[in-house]
């Protein structure tokens, strides 16, 4: 086994256990922790400092998703922390001991099937799904994967680098899966929320024209100071295709990246796709996607589901926000702010992001 040098593990640590599916949240200060001779072969123990809440959480904690989490479980999958301990017989392990590394929604994958070759790891058989399928980072401890922990570029903090990991990410590459080029119309539908702001300023890294679509003027603020362009409130507006047509030289925007969870953000994209638009799907309600067949067609409109990014994707995120293009707004709280924070979450009231500090 290897053991960071003058550095002792701790038996207990304070974690938030789900103990079954719909149960409360139970703030545990006395949940073991894995011991360094107790890990596997290329498993490593990492000291968590920070990690980001998502809203894959609430339906994890839920259990609202027709893939239903392992319980009990300790949620989160945007965790940032210094690696403590490595497994005995780790062979040719990318991060070393004391290194700073975040923790991802996919935890482990083979590394060897068909789809992990393509680069879609999150398509393993075998994968591990952080705070889902295995325990994650709502704790002070984590059992984490050598070669699919990332490493955190010296020139982002801690907290500011914990919602890259799963927010960031999944929008940078649901761009990258938009189709657009330099020049073209983006609509980001919950561009106001934790994946929505962070979509506008990724969008605006890559010289896209960016329309936000959400409400309350909190976040119409928070949206235009990011780089969007337009702003539609779509409890004001009377007529949203009219208005994002409008607002796109009048032809519609060339994507539509939704990043609000709920089925309404879906229901009109088709209709203000511009022709050979691309609409990608990153929310995740548990719901019919409601696209007009016809006009799917008729417009030559693509639909693609853009499901997290991989190792290289979550790498070349958080380039982009070292480089000081992309900077993750959030609250920072404490562990034992969580049930709040998901209540929050439900009422649609937070914008931007919430931080955890451990």
Not at 168 to 185: C, E, M, P
Request: aromatic share 6%.
């Amino acid at each position: 086994m290897s053991t960071l040098a003058n550095f002792t593990i701790p038996q207990k640590q304070t974690a938030a256990v789900v103990e079954r599916i719909g149960a409360p949240i139970e703030i545990r200060t006395s949940h073991p922790v894995k011991q360094a001779q107790d890990l596997a072969p290329g498993e490593c123990l990492v000291r968590l400092s920070h990690t980001g809440v998502c809203h894959t959480d609430l339906h994890a904690k839920q259990g609202d998703w027709p893939v239903k989490p392992n319980n009990p479980l300790i949620g989160g999958h945007e965790g940032v922390g210094e690696v403590v301990a490595i497994g005995p017989n780790t062979v040719n392990s990318p991060v070393q001991l004391g290194d700073r590394v975040g923790i991802k929604w996919i935890a482990n994958s083979c590394l060897d099937c068909e789809f992990c070759r393509k680069g879609f790891e999150m398509n393993c058989v075998n994968v591990q799904l952080s705070g889902y399928t295995v325990d994650g980072t709502f704790s002070q401890y984590v059992v984490s994967f050598v070669h699919h922990v990332t490493p955190i570029p010296k020139e982002l903090d801690s907290a500011g680098a914990a919602s890259i990991l799963c927010a960031g990410v999944t929008v940078y590459k649901a761009l990258k899966n938009s189709n657009t080029k330099v020049g073209d119309y983006v609509v980001i539908p919950g561009a106001g929320g934790g994946l929505g702001h962070l979509a506008v300023q990724y969008a605006h890294a890559m010289g896209l024209r960016v329309v936000g679509i959400d409400t309350t003027e909190e976040k119409k603020k928070l949206v235009l100071s990011l780089g969007a362009e337009k702003w539609i409130d779509f409890r004001e507006t009377k007529d949203l295709v009219a208005d994002i047509k409008a607002a796109t030289g009048g032809l519609g925007p060339h994507a539509a990246v939704v990043a609000a969870a709920s089925q309404s953000a879906y229901e009109q994209a088709v209709d203000y796709l511009r022709p050979t638009g691309t609409l990608v799907v990153v929310g995740m309600p548990n719901a019919p996607l409601g696209a007009n067949v016809f006009w799917t067609v008729f417009k030559s409109i693509r639909i693609v589901g853009s499901y997290v990014g991989n190792r290289q994707d979550a790498i070349e995120a958080l380039e982009i926000a070292a480089a000081g293009k992309v900077k993750v707004h959030f609250a920072l709280k404490k562990i034992g702010d969580l049930k709040s924070v998901f209540e929050g979450m439900e009422e649609g009231l937070i914008p931007g992001r919430t931080v955890l500090e451990m």
